[in-house]
């Protein structure tokens, strides 16, 4: 009688920290969306990231991102951990102010963003609701994400240098792929109790939300850009 009681109690509580990582992590990711607009606009205001083209860019925001993912990492169990993240994804909103600033220059470009926001929306409600009807262990994900996500990030160094249209279609198609993937198998481990740090996993769902809406915001600039 006792082992089922411990049973059961084990089960609740396991069952309450789920709960309670999820719910701060969706608190803290709709948290981060204020500083990513907020560095997106600095960024579109002053012209700062313009001058960040090609190899600089590419050093600049591996460095920066690199820095604050490890950042994050460091101090995700101590007060010091949300502030970080906050700072990371104001620096993730800063670094895509440049890509924003070409897509307005679409005469569309204002629908075009609103389309990838409501697109990368729709793929989070997807996925979300697929991470909790499925019943079965999709942890062996992972390693296959990673791999493509590392092939992803080779390639995108490749192209900034070659600089090929093709390549770049390519690369947001195999994004948006990817990270929508990503954004399953993260809601899943954190449904799971695979991830209990709620920092840990608002920063996974935030690369995946990133990701899906700059591959997007590319794709729309690509097929949809209109000029005056």
């Given amino acids: ?23 701060n992590t969706y608190w803290l990711l709709a948290l981060s969306m204020l500083p990513t607009v907020l560095g997106a606009w600095v960024g579109l205001a002053s012209g700062i990231t313009q001058a ?62 609103m389309t990838a926001m409501g697109g990368t929306a729709g793929v989070f409600f997807v996925m979300a609701t697929l991470a909790s009807v499925i019943k079965r262990d999709i942890s062996g994900m992972g390693k296959w994400l990673f791999v493509g996500a590392i092939v992803l990030m080779v390639g995108g160094i490749i192209n900034v240098f070659v600089g090929s249209s093709a390549g770049m279609m390519a690369l947001s198609v195999g994004v948006i792929a990817i990270f929508s993937a990503y954004m399953l198998y993260d809601l899943k481990q954190i449904l799971d109790g695979g991830e209990t740090n709620y920092i840990s996993a608002t920063l996974s769902l935030y690369l995946d939300l990133f990701n899906v809406f700059q591959g997007l915001l590319m794709l729309l600039g690509i097929f949809g850009g209109e000029r005056d």
């Fill in 52 to 113: 960040l083209s090609g190899g600089l860019g590419l050093i600049v925001f591996l460095g920066g991102a690199f820095g604050f993912i490890y950042a994050i990492e460091k101090t995700k169990n101590s007060p010091a951990g949300v502030p970080v993240l906050l700072g990371f994804t104001f620096f993730m909103g800063l670094m895509l102010s440049r890509m924003i600033g070409m897509i307005l220059g679409f005469s569309n470009g204002s629908a075009l963003v």
């Fill in 1 to 23: 009688m006792n082992d089922n009681s411990n049973t059961l109690d084990y089960a609740a509580s396991a069952g309450a920290q789920r709960n309670r990582v999820m719910r």
